[in-house]
């Protein structure tokens, strides 16, 4: 994916893209024959676990995408120094903090479907307002708006990571805590690969963090179901 980012020339991304397609089939194909599977794809057979699966990758997709276009953004366009840009970006996690341990208290009394979807639908927003800050934004303008996004990820985290952790049958525990951290990479992967405008990255985040639409499945799904 690095290629990608870099400007790596299309023939040579074309053949390390097929030749990844390739070795991961035949990698799937032998992990689902394994008792104990390096990679617990059958796992993915649970709806509800899936679901939060994919909102995990998009999610983290979306973080990523932000933060590596946001330094470029604040330094670039609006002019900023390096100290100055860190501290505008310190709102995010520092508000994730704080967040984080309460939507885990929440998420013993309400559904994670709901907490996740209602968390990635305020991150959109906060995304969303991030590119549309304008050309000359004042600093409260902008670190408002990251912690709005903070407020999202936090409000999306943790319920999402319990529900995915639960939805395993309990003997698959350390399987499924195995899912959640390639997910995780997953997307920061995939989010830190895209050649874009800083503007045009916060759009493409935005996009991936509308996956509260899938989160929101969970509020009918089952909540675990033994694999075969």
Not at 39 to 68: E, H, K, N
Request: proline content about 6%; some cysteine.
């Amino acid at each position: 994916m690095a290629g990608i980012g870099h400007g790596e020339h299309r023939p040579w991304l074309i053949a390390e893209f097929i030749a990844a397609a390739v070795i991961g089939y035949f990698f799937v194909r032998r992990q689902l024959t394994q008792s104990a599977p390096l990679l617990p794809i059958d796992l993915m057979r649970i709806p509800v676990f899936a679901l939060s699966v994919g909102t995990s990758v998009c999610s983290f997709c979306a973080q990523m995408l932000a933060f590596v276009s946001l330094p470029f953004l604040l330094q670039d366009s609006f002019g900023m120094s390096q100290v100055a840009t860190g501290f505008l970006m310190t709102p995010w996690p520092l508000v994730i903090v704080f967040v984080a341990p309460i939507s885990g208290v929440l998420a013993d009394r309400y559904s994670a479907g709901l907490l996740s979807g209602i968390g990635l639908a305020i991150l959109t927003v906060g995304l969303v307002l991030l590119a549309t800050v304008g050309a000359h934004p004042a600093v409260f303008d902008i670190a408002w708006r990251m912690a709005v996004c903070g407020l999202g990820f936090g409000l999306f985290q943790s319920p999402n990571n319990r529900q995915m952790l639960s939805s395993a049958p309990r003997h698959r525990s350390g399987g499924a805590s195995d899912m959640l951290g390639t997910a995780r990479l997953t997307g920061q992967t995939l989010g830190g690969a895209p050649k874009n405008g800083a503007t045009i990255a916060l759009a493409v985040a935005a996009v991936f963090a509308a996956a509260a639409v899938v989160s929101m499945l969970r509020l009918t799904g089952k909540r675990s179901i033994e694999p075969a």
